[in-house]
């Protein structure tokens, strides 16, 4: 079991970058896949960026390939996301996600069992 806790969300214009960060605790933060998705109002929880538990695999959603990147520092017991050439429909709440099973190749929420409170991200045209 793992507590997770995002920050870095913000205000933003189109065209600039944000760096999410999700920290964690729990002494088994290295075993698991770590996720990220996000949530726009009257919209399903759509599926950004997965990573394995030794960062060497990564996953992306098509409306985000390219733009951002997901990565790991298991000393820290952190996850990131760095967002660039950010546009308004990237506007959305963030949330970080934990997989102890490890499934970095699935982007289904239902697989993930420890979810953060989100931060939110609004990019303005």
């Known amino acids: 079991q793992v507590q997770l806790v995002e920050s870095g969300g913000g205000l933003v214009q189109a065209g600039g970058s944000l760096r999410l960060s999700c920290a964690a605790s729990?002494?088994?933060?290295?075993?698991?896949?770590m996720g990220w998705f996000r949530q726009a109002p009257g919209k399903e929880r759509e599926f950004v960026a997965a990573?394995?538990?030794?960062?060497?695999?990564?996953y992306y959603g098509d409306s985000v390939k390219g733009r951002f990147t997901i990565s790991r520092d298991n000393a820290k017991n952190t996850v990131y996301l760095q967002m660039n050439s950010l546009k308004p429909e990237d506007t959305a709440i963030y949330y970080c996600?934990?997989?102890?099973?490890?499934?970095?190749?699935?982007?289904?929420?239902?697989?993930?069992?420890?979810w953060g409170q989100g931060t939110q991200v609004t990019v303005s045209s």
């Open positions: 996600a934990a997989d102890p099973r490890g499934r970095w190749y699935s982007s289904g929420p239902q697989l993930y069992e420890n």
């Open positions: 990573i394995g538990w030794s960062g060497g695999n990564t």
């Open positions: 729990g002494r088994t933060f290295s075993s698991y896949a």
